[in-house]
């Protein structure tokens, strides 16, 4: 289902670019970038570019709204070695710090940043879970790497559902374009298009519940531009 906002056959209209920046990350990582050689700021140049796709040649970009947390910097102790990680020394604070900055200096781009929190809990990896209970793997055999620290992120979704609300109800755009792949925005897209907004959602191409297609107007996913590698 095609956007409004890109069909040649209507007038120009004002565009609004809403991306969840962990939802975004996880999956252009997973689709593009699974080696991941990409640096923080070409991920960056590709989540603009992106945004950009879905508002086109002929309509206007209002804002392109990145909601995402500061990565995580504490120091932790890790519960099985108990060696001490210091996660703003890691490749994935770099990373994701390297792209709210970039992000940070583009036209148009308008920062949302929640909170990461963490409850000190330490979970086993779902696949350690299964060799331990069909005996692959004993309690004794856990290493470091079977286990992480369960972090989440808060008022990312309320923050999405605050702006959604505001754009529709002062009429700044015609069209709300999301990238997203859950269905806590329904309430807000429900909002939105009552207020006669035209709501479109790029999952990214990830499978979205059935009962989602009622509550938005088009679903399309846009492919980034890769350079081709040379020999």
């Keep these: 289902m095609a956007s409004k906002a890109n069909d040649k056959n209507l007038p120009p209209v004002k565009v609004a670019v809403l991306i969840d920046g962990g ?15 990409m640096s923080g700021e070409e991920v960056a140049n590709h989540i603009y570019s992106m945004a950009h796709m879905h508002v086109g040649n002929t309509n206007t970009l209002y804002r392109i709204f990145y909601y995402d947390c500061n990565p995580m910097s504490k120091k932790v102790h890790n519960p099985v070695s108990k060696r001490l990680i210091d996660f703003s020394k890691s490749d994935e604070y770099a990373f994701r710090n390297a792209v709210i900055e970039s992000l940070k200096k583009k036209r148009k781009v308008a920062l949302r940043i929640g909170e990461l929190k963490d409850n000190g809990n330490w979970h086993l990896y779902p696949r350690v879970v299964k060799e331990l209970l069909s005996g692959k793997k004993s309690v004794n055999e856990i290493n470091e790497s079977d286990v992480y620290l369960e972090i989440k992120q808060k008022g990312i979704d309320m923050k999405i559902g605050v702006d959604i609300t505001s754009l529709a109800l002062k009429r700044f755009v ?34 979205v519940e059935p009962q989602l297609f009622e509550h938005i107007d088009g679903m399309r996913s846009v492919k980034p531009t890769l350079k081709k590698k040379t020999e």
């Design 174 to 207: 015609d069209t709300i374009v999301l990238f997203s792949g859950d269905s806590d925005f329904v309430p807000a897209a429900k909002l939105a298009r009552r207020e006669g907004i035209d709501f479109i959602l790029d999952p990214m191409y990830a499978n």
């Design 23 to 37: 939802f975004f990350i996880k999956r252009f990582n997973a689709l593009y970038n699974k080696d991941r050689k």
